[in-house]
T-cell receptor
Framework: GESVGLHLPTLSVQEGDNSIINCAYSNSASDYFIWYKQESGKGPQFIID?????DKRQGQRVTVLLNKTVKHLSLQIAATQPGDSAVYFC??????????FGQGTRLTINP | NAGVTQTPKFRILKIGQSMTLQCTQD?????MYWYRQDPGMGLKLIYYSVGAGITDKGEVPNGYNVSRSTTEDFPLRLELAAPSQTSVYFCASSYLRGGLMVETQYFGPGTRLLVL
């Protein structure tokens, strides 16, 4: 079936640098995508979402980019902080009620 | 609002035992979900519910049962625990926003289950 996947399982960045986390999706009909952050021992936390009629959406220190041509999604975190250390998941909407999650990327921050 | 709450936080079961994982949300969300997350993996949908009295299977329903008698509660039942059910279980809820289809899901803190 259709699935969402991630390019890299781990990403290490220096504190203060920008982080870019990538995600590939396979269902060209998907019209809604979400990024979640999961800290150790906690449930996933909503970060930002984007609809397929948009190419870019910005939040506080985060930006999501959607490239429908190559079915690629990315999450950019500006001025990465130690508190950004977590696993980041992208998810795409399947049908009316469900989300399909990718495997996740672990982001670690080097001091 | 407390959001989505789950109990217990951690449980050890012996093979063949049964248990119920509790999930409650106080946001009046129509939609509720159960996921499992194996180590280093993403979330897989077990069951979901679009409202009281309505449930449906997700990607990995075998070995589990659910019920939805109220809007607030969505318990997950394991009848005969197996080692393959060792995992972290997350409950989530969602809502219709402005008449559109459900989107953002809000997650509970999870229940860690170990079956030995």
């Amino acid at each position: 079936g259709e699935s969402v996947g991630l390019h890299l399982p781990t990403l290490s960045v220096q504190e203060g640098d920008n982080s870019i986390i990538n995600c590939a999706y396979s269902n060209s009909a998907s019209d809604y995508f979400i990024w979640y952050k999961q800290e150790s021992g906690k449930g996933p936390q909503f970060i930002i979402d984007i609809r397929s009629n948009m190419d870019k959406r910005q939040g506080q220190r985060v930006t999501v980019l959607l490239n429908k041509t190559v079915k690629h999604l990315s999450l950019q975190i500006a001025a990465t902080q130690p508190g950004d250390s977590a696993v980041y998941f992208c998810a795409e909407k399947e049908g009316a009620q469900k989300l399909v999650f990718g495997q996740g990327t672990r982001l670690t921050i080097n001091p | 609002n407390a959001g989505v709450t789950q109990t217990p936080k951690f449980r050890i079961l012996k093979i063949g035992q049964s248990m119920t994982l509790q999930c409650t949300q106080d946001m009046n969300h129509n939609y509720m979900y159960w996921y499992r997350q194996d180590p280093g993996m993403g979330l897989k949908l077990i069951y979901y519910s679009v409202g009281a009295g309505i449930t449906d299977k997700g990607e990995v329903p075998n070995g589990y049962n659910v019920s939805r008698s109220t809007t607030e509660d969505f318990p997950l039942r394991l009848e005969l625990a197996a080692p393959s059910q060792t995992s972290v279980y997350f409950c989530a809820s969602s809502y219709l926003r402005g008449g559109l289809m459900v989107e953002t899901q809000y997650f509970g803190p999870g229940t860690r289950l170990l079956v030995l």
